[in-house]
C-alpha cells in the first residue's frame, strides 16, 4: 500500500473511501474537506444516525465526486482523545474499503486531533494504525491470498504544521517499516529462521540502516564462559550467536553511557528435556519476538539518526531435547561467576538472558531493558492485554509505563520484593532457575535481577501474552508476531536524546 500525505486544503485528491472521525455529539471535520461531505456528517448526527460515540461506525453513499463512500467513525469526547484511538480509526477506514473491495482511501486527518491533540503526533499514528493493520505474511502460500487491498491511501492534512506533520509521517514510516522487519524476522518458522539466519539477516540489515554489527559465534560464547547460553544451545544443531549492535552517534553523545536493550532468542522453545506437552507447542517459534523487537528497534533508531547511544544484544539459540541437551539437575556458571542450578531445562529465557544482562552490565548502561516472551504466566495473568513491567528504578518504569500508554503497548509493574530472592536461593548452587513456591512472573524477573548486577536503572519486560497474536486478526495486528516492544523502544531512544 502507497501511503502518501496531502499537504493542502485545496482540492482533495479522490478515493474510493473517505474516513472521517466524529467526536461525541457531533463535530466538524473542517479543514481539507468539501462542503457537501461537511453536510452529510451533519446531516447522519442531526437525524440521529450516528452520535459520534467511541467504538460507532457509519458508512453513508458520499455526495461528492472525490469520493465514493464516506466511512464516519466514532470518536467519544474530543477531551478523551487518545492517539490509540487515532489508530485505530484510521486501521477501521482500511478496513472498511477493503470489505467494500476498494482500491483507494484517504482520512482527514484534522477530524482525528482531539481538544489538546497534537496533528503531528496524530498523524504519526494514523500512519502506525495503517502499517500495523495492514501487515500480512504469506511468505510460504504458493498462491496469494483473494482478500481485497487498497493499492493507495492518502492523509489529508490540510496545509497547517505541514513540515512537522510530513516529518512525523516519514519518521512514523521508518518506524513501521523496522516493525515490519521485526515481525517478518519473527514470523518466520523455526526451521528457517534459526541462529545462523537471524545473525544473518541482522549482519545485512545492519550494514544497509549504519548499525554497527559484532556477533560471537560459539568459540566467542565459550571463551567469554557464557554458562547459560551455552547450556540452553547444546541440545540444538545451530550454535548459539551472540548479536551486537550499535548506533553511530556524534559529539557528546558518543561520550555517553549507553542506553542498552536486550533481548531473549530463542528460536524455538522445546522445553528441552523438561518437555513442553505437544498442544500448541509450534507457538513456541515466538520465543526469538523479545530478540527481534530489539534488532527492528535499532534499524528504526539508525535510521531516524537519533543522537543518542543505543546498544541492542540479542542471545540466540534454540532449545531442543536430545541427547547433547543439558538436563535438570545440571549446573551452569554464568560468565558473571554466579552458578545456576537448572532445575527445569523449560526455564530457559533467564538462562541466556543471564549472560546478555552480564554482558550488558559491563558496558556500564545508563538505563537497561530486557524484553522476553519469558513466562507462560505472565500471559495467563495479563491475556494480550499488556505485558509485565519490573524496574530497579522507579524513574526507568514511569517513564517505560507513559510511553506504552502512548503507544498503545500498555505496560502492568509487578514488585521486586527482597523476600522473594529466597525463593530462587538453591540447594547447590548460587541460584536456581525456578520458584521454590509460586510467583512465576516476578521470580523469573528476581532471578534477572541478579544478573542487572551494578546497573541501577534496569527494566525487566515480560511480553509472553503480547508478542503474539493467536486469537485470530485484531483491528492492529493480523495473526502472527505483533511487533510489540518496537515503538516503545523507539520512544524510549527518543526520550534519552538531547
Ligand atoms: N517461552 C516460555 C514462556 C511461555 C510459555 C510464553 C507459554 C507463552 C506461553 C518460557 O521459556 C517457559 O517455558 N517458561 C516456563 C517457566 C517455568 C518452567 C518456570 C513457563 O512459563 O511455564
Ligand atoms: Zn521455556
Ligand atoms: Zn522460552
Known amino acids: 500500500m502507497k501511503l502518501s500525505v496531502h499537504l493542502s486544503d485545496k482540492s482533495a485528491p479522490s478515493a474510493d473511501v473517505l474516513g472521517i472521525g466524529v467526536f461525541d455529539g457531533g463535530s466538524d471535520p473542517a479543514a481539507g474537506v468539501e462542503r457537501p461531505v461537511r453536510e452529510a456528517v451533519k446531516k447522519a448526527v442531526s437525524e440521529k444516525r450516528f452520535g459520534g460515540k467511541d467504538g460507532e461506525t457509519l458508512v453513508l453513499e458520499s455526495p461528492v465526486k472525490t469520493a465514493e463512500h464516506l466511512v464516519l467513525i466514532g470518536l467519544g469526547k474530543p ?18 474499503a477493503k470489505t467494500l473491495k476498494r482500491k483507494s482511501a484517504s482520512v482527514v486527518l484534522e477530524s482525528f486531533v482531539g481538544r489538546d491533540g497534537d496533528r503531528a503526533q496524530t498523524a504519526g499514528a494514523v500512519v502506525e494504525g495503517l502499517r500495523l493493520a495492514d501487515y500480512h505474511f504469506d511468505l510460504y502460500k504458493s498462491k496469494p491470498s483473494k482478500k481485497g487491498a487498497v493499492e493507495t491511501f492518502t492523509i489529508l492534512a490540510g496545509s497547517a504544521e505541514a513540515r512537522s506533520v510530513q516529518k512525523a509521517v516519514r519518521d512514523a514510516e521508518i518506524v513501521m ?9 519473527a514470523n518466520e518458522p523455526p526451521n528457517v529462521a534459526t541462529s545462523l539466519e537471524i545473525a544473518r539477516r541482522t549482519r545485512a540489515m545492519a550494514a544497509k540502516a549504519g548499525l554497527t554489527c559484532r556477533i560471537l559465534g560459539k568459540k566467542e560464547i565459550t571463551s567469554l564462559k557464557m554458562g547459560g547460553l551455552l547450556g540452553v544451545a547444546q541440545g540444538s544443531v545451530y550454535p548459539p550467536q551472540f548479536i551486537i549492535l550499535e548506533n553511530k552517534v556524534t559529539g557528546a553523545a558518543a561520550k555517553e553511557a549507553p542506553l542498552v536493550l536486550v533481548g531473549k532468542g530463542i528460536t524455538f522453545d522445546t522445553g528441552g528435556i523438561s518437555i513442553k506437552p505437544a498442544g500448541n507447542m509450534d507457538h513456541m517459534k515466538f520465543d526469538m519476538c523479545g530478540a527481534a523487537a530489539v534488532i527492528g528497534a535499532m534499524r528504526a533508531i539508525a535510521l531516524l539518526k537519533l543522537n543518542v547511544k543505543v546498544v541492542g544484544i540479542t542471545p540466540v539459540c534454540e532449545n531442543m531435547v536430545g541427547s547433547g541437551a543439558q538436563r535438570p539437575g545440571d549446573i551452569v556458571k554464568i560468565s558473571n561467576g554466579k552458578t545456576v542450578e537448572v532445575l527445569n531445562t523449560d526455564a530457559e529465557g533467564r538462562l541466556i538472558l543471564a549472560d546478555a544482562l552480564s554482558y550488558a552490565e559491563r558496558l556500564k548502561p545508563r538505563a537497561m531493558v530486557d524484553i522476553a516472551t519469558l513466562t507462560g504466566a505472565c500471559a495467563v495473568t495479563f491475556g494480550d492485554l499488556a505485558s509485565g513491567l519490573m524496574s530497579t528504578d522507579p524513574d526507568l518504569a514511569k517513564r517505560l509505563r507513559d510511553i506504552g500508554d502512548r503507544t498503545g503497548e500498555r505496560l502492568w509493574e509487578m514488585p521486586l520484593w527482597d523476600e522473594y530472592a529466597d525463593w530462587i536461593k538453591a540447594t547447590y548452587a ?51 508476531a505483533t511487533g510489540m516492544g518496537v515503538r516503545l523502544f523507539v520512544e524510549l531512544a527518543k526520550s534519552y536524546a538531547r
Not at 477531551?79 to 472498511?96: F, G, I, V
Request: hydrophobic share 40%.
Open 79 to 96: 477531551e478523551k482523545m487518545t492517539l490509540q484511538k487515532a489508530r485505530l480509526a484510521a486501521a477501521r477506514t482500511l478496513s472498511h
Open 177 to 185: 517499516e523496522s516493525l515490519y522487519f521485526t515481525r517478518d524476522l
Open 430 to 480: 548460587d541460584i536456581q532457575n525456578i520458584s521454590k513456591k509460586s510467583a512465576g512472573i516476578i521470580t523469573a524477573g528476581k532471578f534477572l535481577q541478579e544478573f542487572a548486577g551494578h546497573t541501577k536503572a534496569w527494566a525487566h519486560l515480560d511480553v509472553a501474552g503480547t508478542a503474539w497474536n493467536d486469537g485470530g486478526p485484531k483491528p492492529l495486528s493480523p495473526i502472527g
